[in-house]
């Protein structure tokens, strides 16, 4: 079942992608907003009770919906609820039009539309970054959101399903991944000076929304970068993993990034975006060129093939079991 889902749900995403301004997306801002606005108080308590109910929510009701559907109605139907979220928390279509824009712009030599156009993506002051920067900045930021929005719920779902929880991985990731992401925009305020009705989060909120992040996605981010260097170079993709991983702020973009780089023999990482890290470095390999486009888009799509090959064989297993 997990892998008809997750396949379903890729070959749907490739031919129908979910915008941004989806009824889902707005309604899980909204939700966030009222969870914020009503449980967040400013103590470390209410802030893990906010992140709780956040995700606690959606993923109660996804998973009762599932055995409800399994068990009343058939498998048929717990496989469509599973492939419809599957369909609304993973998918290429999501991140790829910008490296696309950014791809094509380069191409045409219209590096200033490049540059606005990473500016857009990442809301980051570029300034004149050179081509180079500019090429190493979106496989980054490209690898990363492939592993957010594909191989992170991907592998999620499928850990979790194997056990009878369904889509609750899938649901649980993304979520969190959002909760870190849309809390971390809003102002912050040590404890609750506004009136009630506020666009705000308190720093314990956001101490707790990164903190559970980066624990949900330990294992998902080595499981990617495992992927990679699988379907890469694997010597040169552990090496980088083992030595220069650390080289990046977080740990777990470090060892996904650290493994690309030696996948593709790429320098990745670096100061031009983050000021405030001088002291950064590069990884080794080749300087970052229009060709290496090419190559990491080899690398993701031979990875996804890599885990719905191994997602199928053990559905099978556990049918013939």
């Known amino acids: 079942m997990s892998f008809f889902s997750l396949f379903l749900a890729l070959v749907i995403e490739q031919a129908r992608p979910l915008g941004s301004s989806h009824f889902l997306h707005q309604w899980l801002r909204r939700w966030a907003d009222w969870v914020a606005s009503h449980v967040d108080g400013g103590t470390k308590s209410q802030a893990w009770l906010a992140w709780t109910l956040l995700i606690g929510a959606p993923a109660c009701l996804a998973i009762l919906i599932h055995w409800a559907l399994a068990y009343f109605l058939g498998w048929f139907f717990a496989v469509a609820w599973n492939v419809v979220l599957l369909y609304v928390t993973l998918g290429f279509r999501q991140f790829s039009h910008h490296f696309t824009g950014i791809r094509d712009a380069l ?5 200033p539309l490049a540059r606005q156009l990473l500016a857009d993506w990442q809301q980051v002051e570029v300034n004149e970054l050179p081509r180079n920067e500019i090429v190493r900045h979106v496989i980054e930021h490209s690898v990363l959101s492939a592993h957010r929005h594909v191989f992170g719920v991907f592998f999620s779902y499928a850990l979790l399903s194997i056990v009878g929880l369904g889509p609750v991985g899938a649901v649980v990731y993304r979520i969190a991944e959002f909760a870190k992401r849309y809390w971390a925009q809003t102002p912050t305020l040590a404890s609750n000076t506004l009136p009630e009705h506020r666009n705000w989060t308190s720093t314990s909120l956001q101490e707790v929304v990164t903190d559970s992040w980066h624990a949900i996605d330990w294992i998902p981010a080595r499981a990617t970068a495992m992927g990679f260097a699988i379907m ?19 740990d777990n973009d470090g060892v996904i990034l650290a493994a690309t780089a030696g996948a593709i023999n790429v320098q990745l990482g670096g100061a031009a975006l983050q000021p405030e890290l001088p002291g950064s470095s590069s990884t080794p390999g080749r300087p970052p060129e229009l060709a290496h486009f090419a190559q990491v888009v080899g690398l993701v799509w031979r990875t996804v093939v890599m885990w719905l090959v191994l997602v199928a064989l053990l559905s099978l297993a556990n049918l013939l079991g």
């Not at 191409?107 to 590096?111: I, M, Q, T, V």
């Not at 890469?232 to 977080?250: I, L, Q, T, V």
Request: aromatic share 12%; hydrophobic share 25%; charged share 40%.
């Open 232 to 250: 890469g170079s694997f010597e040169d993709a552990m090496d980088g993993w083992r030595h220069h991983a650390e080289k990046f702020p977080n």
């Open 107 to 111: 191409n045409d030599g219209d590096e």
